[in-house]
């Protein structure tokens, strides 16, 4: 070999050991095809021989409690079936603020159950928004971004917190007083051109929970002065008609479509009458959180191969469906039933058994179950979504 042809031989060896290396130090995103599909790997927790359990008494638990206010959570932890939703019961006490703070890893989507709240958010182009929540409204805060949570007026305030990450733990948030008080004074004096003994007397652990005056009925200006924001954090879910109603219940739903900020979870508020049915289903594109705010319902989860499980729930439970997984809820109690739901996309997304069944014609449907075509032209021909008691 030539003194330059081995010079163009080493050449090449060197470029495909530089393409080679680089191929292999920079990670390649698997092909999936559908982009929305986020447990391409199968969970062990629910690839058994039976279902594992997907309830958890949230409300039985003590949680965090400083004075008269608490946070009560249920993750990957408390729930190992929960992988993709996390979620919080929160309660503050007049003068209680949950302290400025932010999530790393999730985005907080939060359901007002009693009381009255107030709300403050920072986005990474630095606009700010300041809320006030009632019943039945909503918040969404986007992954990173700042926010508190502060109690209204005289009576304490309940909420329910839903983070799109199941491995997302409240108690290891970030929080301002946790930072600053790690941080050398004298870093923060450059930091806010202000002399060291202005920090004096700064928390030096995480306060969490902060205590003291009620709020003005009027939220006082940020420090920057007002500037709107492009998308607001705050939907007053209840306060529109629900989404559908039907003899046996009605639902009221908020999504991206029409809460344009919350593009990662989709909130849900299910009323069933006793004995009504939200029937069979699934939801191709999400894993489903559920909270029961009243009464007693049967819920059913179906995890083929022959695995079914049924799970009795109340008031303070919490329930979890991976995505695909078929499933029901049934008012099993004698008074009416309030269900809170939500899933990890800003696209709501289902298919029923009954429009499953409805879409295929009665040939085929005899075909697949052996029995007469005429059979199925008893089947309801269209969604039925909630069966009512009389049928």
């Known amino acids: ?15 495909i050991a530089a393409l080679a290396a680089g191929t292999l130090a920079t990670p390649k995103r698997a092909e999936a095809g559908d982009p929305s599909f986020m447990n391409n790997v199968p969970d062990p927790v629910a690839a058994g021989k039976e279902l594992p359990t ?23 932890e408390q729930l190992p079936i929960s992988k993709g939703i996390a979620g919080v019961s929160m309660k503050l006490e007049p003068g209680a603020m949950r302290e400025l703070h932010w999530h790393a890893t999730a985005a907080e989507w939060a359901f007002v159950l009693e009381g009255r709240v107030r709300t403050t958010v920072i986005s990474p182009t630095g606009d700010a928004e300041t809320n006030d929540f009632n019943p039945g409204d909503v918040w969404y805060f986007p992954r990173g971004h700042g926010h508190m949570l502060e109690c209204l007026g005289n009576e304490p305030c309940h909420f329910i917190l839903i983070f799109d990450n199941g491995y997302f733990s409240e108690f290891g948030t970030f929080s301002i007083t946790d ?3 790690h941080v050398p004074k004298a870093l923060l004096a450059k930091n806010f051109g202000l002399p060291e003994s202005a920090f ?60 344009p900020i919350s593009k990662t979870v989709t909130g849900v508020v299910l009323d069933l009458e006793p004995g009504a049915l939200r029937e069979l289903h699934w939801h191709p594109t999400a894993d489903e959180w559920q909270y029961v705010i009243s009464g007693d319902v049967s819920v059913t989860m179906f995890g083929s191969h022959g695995r079914y499980r049924t799970e009795t729930m109340t008031r303070g439970d919490v329930g979890y469906i ?21 899933f990890n996309t800003g696209v709501y997304e289902t298919i029923d058994l009954s429009q499953w069944i409805a879409g295929n014609p009665a040939d085929v449907l005899a075909k697949n179950f052996s029995k007469p075509a005429s059979l199925f032209e008893k089947f309801p ?8 008691k009389e049928g």
């Open 381 to 388: 021909h269209g969604d039925v979504f909630i069966s009512s």
């Open 54 to 76: 997907f309830k958890f008494e949230l409300e039985k638990t003590t949680g965090k409690v400083i004075g008269n206010s608490f946070g009560k959570e249920a993750t990957v």
């Open 200 to 259: 004096d007397g700064f928390p030096k652990e995480e306060v969490y929970f902060a205590r003291g005056p009620i709020p003005p009925e009027q939220p006082a200006k940020p420090l920057q002065g007002l500037k709107t924001t492009p998308l607001t954090h705050k939907y007053q879910l209840l306060e529109r008609p629900p989404h559908k109603v039907f003899k046996g219940g009605r639902e009221w739903r908020v999504d991206s479509s029409s809460f």
């Open 322 to 342: 991976p995505q695909g997984y078929g499933h029901s809820i049934e008012n099993v109690g004698t008074t009416p039933s309030r269900m809170l739901i939500g």
């Open 179 to 181: 930072w600053l008080g």
């Open 1 to 15: 070999m030539s003194d330059v042809q081995r010079r163009e031989f080493m050449a090449a060896a060197a470029g």
